[in-house]
Each structure stands twice: as C-alpha cells, then as structure tokens.
C-alpha cells in the first residue's frame, strides 16, 4: 500500500513540476477526468493516514476496517475513471 502510494505521490509531483496547475488536486473542480483522480489521490491520502495512525485516531478496528473498504472501493472506481 505505501509503496502504490508513492507511484500515486510521485505522479503527482510530476504533473505539479511540469505545467500542470495545482487547482487540478481540487476534487471539486475541472474536468471529471481530473476531478476523479483528485479524488483517487486524497482518498488514497486518507487510506494511508487512518492505517498508519489508527490507533492516535482512535478508530476501533472494526471501525477502522469499514473506512478502510469503503475508501479501496472509491480508490478503484475513481483511479479506473481518471485512466478512462
């Protein structure tokens, strides 16, 4: 998971450093080829956080476990709209 998060991360940083504007890392703007990737990224961003943290967030592991689905199941839609 760390690891497709720093393909993710490192793909964004390569758009950033070119001449893509960072308005595009907004999930509610633009075209929705770049709203859904927008929102690929931050919700792999919330994927990381909550399993790296879970404990100083104080998320009960079923909790934990039910954020955790719902948000792969939104990383796959959105990731697989953003390359379509």
Not at 2 to 31: E, Y
Not at 32 to 39: K, L, Q, T, Y
């Amino acid at each position: 998971g760390l690891g497709a998060t720093g393909f993710v991360l490192a793909h964004v940083a390569l758009l950033i450093g070119g001449s893509t504007p960072l308005s595009t890392l907004n999930p509610l703007g633009g075209p929705w080829s770049m709203r859904s990737g927008a929102i690929a990224l931050w919700t792999t961003v919330l994927l990381v956080v909550t399993s790296v943290a879970r404990r100083r967030l104080r998320l009960s592991y079923e909790r934990w476990q039910q954020l955790h689905g719902a948000a792969a199941i939104t990383v796959v839609a959105t990731s697989v709209a953003h390359v379509l």
